[in-house]
């Protein structure tokens, strides 16, 4: 017994002098001019050293502490006179605080309150001696957080210890309902990588909660731990079938990604040039093609679109020369229909016409008819009868409408001479009705709107002729 103690008060002397060194170190740290990076390698491996020395003598840990506390706080305050660096440390440090008090709370939810707490003299222990300071604001909140969590964790230890029964039987209940919960997410059907992960991610989080309760005095213990052991298999097994599965699918579909980027390379060698709406289709069975390796789709997606842009590029130069070869076309139209409001006469109305059907390009119909409307303006001026004005614009209409607008003009045409031959039938239907004793002037009324309607037919079989 006596060589057993006199070991352990060789150990904790050695232990005492190692600290000892450890503070001399970080004195000739504090003076050093190393680069700041450097200083801040060895600074972090001074921390770590310390906290895997053990105990010293008790009557010299409180002085030894001191020193120590000290020398980290000279440290800091000298790195910290470089404001960049500063920030830096400072935010590093707040997330390694913000870790530390969320690893607390976790401990609090364990069932087995004595490892709770064997577990949080780790965290104390590295908050104290291995994490720098933060903003004073924040300083006095996570100080705040990390004593409350402490103080639950001794509390709920000393409360465990008296009532053990009672923090059982309530972590049985506990256990039971995480059973439940990871059984009912088992159960779930998942049909894509994305749910499966998701799955996964909420059983992990159920798991080990149930995991962190940890073992416990109850006959109901032994029957949880084989319920769970069997929930974990399933999940396992079904896991493992499913992603097994992704790789022939992920296979499939790299193959059907390479498909269509060697295709678009063969164009590229062939010089092919694309519509846009077939570049828009390909890109769209690109998006389409899903379960692909992260890695793998992002090089055939780089590859894919470079040489989409080379098809848009090509695309949107010939485009280029298109809307060139319009805009001159656009110019001489724009001079034609100058001429012909200045110059147009009926002596050589044909003459221009003829000029119009060589241009290649059509006039859009809002422009059209404010021409019409001018020159019908023109024609009456001169005294022009109504129906060779409309004759002649309509020979020049037609001349220029694109081929769309001539098909609706047809179509409008033809159904207006299908309703004016329905209204001759009609007036011809009405005239066998009308007695021989009836007024002459109702017989010669119907014949006149029948003259009417047919000198109205003749007209617009006229102007269907100019589109035909």
Request: charged fraction near 35%.
């Amino acid at each position: 017994m006596s060589e057993k103690k006199g070991k352990i008060i060789v150990n904790i002397r050695e232990n005492f002098q190692k600290k000892t060194k450890l503070i001399e170190s970080l004195k000739n740290l504090n003076i050093s001019k190393v680069k700041i990076e450097e200083k801040e390698n060895i600074f972090n491996s001074i921390r770590r050293k310390w906290v895997s020395i053990g105990k010293v003598p008790s009557h010299q840990s409180f002085n030894l502490n001191n020193s120590y506390k000290h020398q980290i706080k000279l440290y800091y305050d000298l790195v910290y006179l470089n404001n960049d660096f500063k920030e830096k440390n400072l935010y590093k440090n707040l997330i390694e605080k913000k870790e530390l008090i969320n690893n607390l709370k976790k401990l609090i939810d364990y069932g087995n309150k004595v490892k709770a707490y064997k577990d949080s003299l780790k965290i104390i222990k590295r908050w104290n001696f291995l994490t720098g300071p933060t903003k004073q604001n924040h300083e006095i909140n996570l100080n705040k957080e990390f004593d409350d969590c402490v103080k639950k964790i001794k509390e709920s230890k000393k409360d465990y210890l008296s009532n053990k029964e009672k923090y059982n039987k309530q972590s049985i209940e506990n256990k039971k309902r995480l059973i439940d919960n990871m059984r009912s997410i088992c159960d779930e059907e998942c049909t894509d990588k994305i749910s499966w992960i998701r799955k996964i991610k909420f059983y992990e989080k159920s798991k080990e909660k149930f995991i962190n309760i940890g073992p416990l005095e109850d006959f109901e213990n032994e029957g949880l731990w084989k319920e769970f052991k069997e929930i974990n298999k399933k999940l396992l097994i079904e896991k493992n079938s499913f992603f097994k599965n992704l790789k022939k699918e992920y296979s499939n579909n790299l193959k059907k990604q390479n498909e269509l980027i060697e295709n678009l390379k063969d164009s590229q060698k062939k010089e092919k040039v694309f519509a846009n709406k077939d570049l828009q289709e390909l890109k769209k069975k690109f998006n389409n093609i899903k379960n692909v390796p992260f890695r793998r789709n992002k090089e055939n997606r780089n590859i894919f679109f470079d040489l989409l842009n080379y098809f848009y590029k090509k695309t949107g130069d010939n485009h280029s020369e298109k809307k060139e070869a319009e805009k001159k076309n656009f110019e001489r139209i724009d001079d034609i229909i100058n001429e012909i409001k200045e110059n147009l006469s009926k002596q050589n109305i044909d003459d221009e016409i003829e000029k119009l059907s060589e241009i290649d390009v059509s006039i859009p119909i809002k422009q059209l008819n404010e021409l019409s409307d001018s020159l019908g303006k023109k024609f009456k001026d001169v005294g022009h009868l109504q129906s060779n004005i409309d004759s002649n614009i309509l020979k020049i209409k037609s001349v220029l409408m694109s081929e769309k607008d001539k098909t609706l003009a047809k179509i409008k045409i033809k159904n207006k001479i299908n309703e004016i031959k329905k209204q001759i039938g009609q007036l011809e239907n009405n005239l066998t009705f009308i007695k021989s004793d009836t007024a002459d002037s109702i017989f010669n009324n119907v014949h006149n709107q029948i003259k009417k309607f047919n000198n109205d037919l003749i007209l617009q079989k006229k102007k269907l002729n100019h589109f035909i």
